[in-house]
């Protein structure tokens, strides 16, 4: 599961053409539990960082996201996306 994000991950970072289409998959990858556990924290995160990169897809499923999320889980994943995208 973290081997898939991390290779999904860098192939995105690495400034793939479609890496915002990497990204979006990320979300809903996490959003569906497409081969790992649902994590509403994740799936935010990787919507909000697509959503950054231009995708207007994941900035519509990331608002639906943060309506059914806590004030802590919601920071948390825009946390996550800032230290990604510091690092990337």
């Given at each position: 599961?973290?081997?898939?994000?991390?290779e999904?991950?860098?192939?995105?970072?690495?400034?793939?053409?479609?890496?915002?289409d990497?990204?979006?998959?990320?979300?809903?990858m996490y959003?569906?539990?497409?081969?790992?556990?649902?994590?509403m924290?994740?799936?935010?995160?990787?919507?909000?960082?697509?959503?950054?990169?231009?995708?207007?897809?994941a900035?519509?499923l990331?608002?639906e996201?943060a309506?059914?999320?806590?004030k802590p889980d919601?920071?948390?994943?825009?946390?996550?996306a800032?230290e990604?995208?510091t690092?990337?």
């Amino acid at each position: 599961m973290a081997r898939i994000e991390m290779e999904n991950a860098d192939m995105a970072a690495l400034g793939a053409a479609n890496n915002a289409d990497i990204l979006f998959e990320m979300g809903m990858m996490y959003a569906t539990g497409r081969e790992c556990d649902v994590d509403m924290i994740a799936a935010h995160k990787w919507f909000n960082i697509a959503a950054i990169k231009g995708c207007s897809r994941a900035a519509m499923l990331r608002a639906e996201v943060a309506e059914t999320m806590t004030k802590p889980d919601l920071a948390r994943a825009l946390r996550e996306a800032r230290e990604w995208m510091t690092c990337h």
